[in-house]
Nanobody
Framework: QVQLVESGGGLVWPGGSLRLSCAASRSISSVYVMGWYRQAPGKQRELVAVITSGGRTNVADSVKGRFTISRDNAKTAVYLQMNSLKPEDTAVYYC????????WGQGTQVTVSS
C-alpha cells in the first residue's frame, strides 16, 4: 500500500504563485506516472499535469505556460509550481500515482481570490 502526502495549497491573490508537493510513503522502483488533477465545485475532476518516471510530461492547455511539473524519482515525489494564478484555478488539487495500481492523495484546496 502507498500513501500520498500532499502539501502547499492555500489562499492566494490573482496573479500569485503556489507550489504543491506530493510524496509517496515509499519509493517506487518501477515505471510510474505521477501528477495532479483538480476538481472545482460542480465540475468533473480534470487532469492538470502529469509526469512519468522517465520525465515525459502532459500538461493541460488551460495551465500551459503558467504551471510547471517536476519530479524527484529518488523520493517518488512530484511538484507543481503554479504561477500567474487565476480565479478559475480555484479547486481541490489531487495528487495521483499510477503504477500497477492507482493511488490518490486526500486533496489540497487552492483558492485564488481577491
Amino acid at each position: 500500500q502507498v500513501q500520498l502526502v500532499e502539501s502547499g495549497g492555500g489562499l492566494v491573490w490573482p496573479g500569485g504563485s503556489l507550489r504543491l508537493s506530493c510524496a509517496a510513503s515509499r519509493s517506487i522502483s518501477s515505471v510510474y506516472v505521477m501528477g495532479w488533477y483538480r476538481q472545482a465545485p460542480g465540475k468533473q475532476r480534470e487532469l492538470v499535469a502529469v509526469i512519468t518516471s522517465g520525465g515525459r510530461t502532459n500538461v493541460a492547455d488551460s495551465v500551459k505556460g503558467r504551471f510547471t511539473i517536476s519530479r524527484d524519482n529518488a523520493k517518488t515525489a512530484v511538484y507543481l509550481q503554479m504561477n500567474s494564478l487565476k480565479p478559475e484555478d480555484t479547486a481541490v488539487y489531487y495528487c495521483k500515482l499510477a503504477t500497477v495500481l492507482d493511488y490518490w492523495g486526500q486533496g489540497t484546496q487552492v483558492t485564488v481570490s481577491s
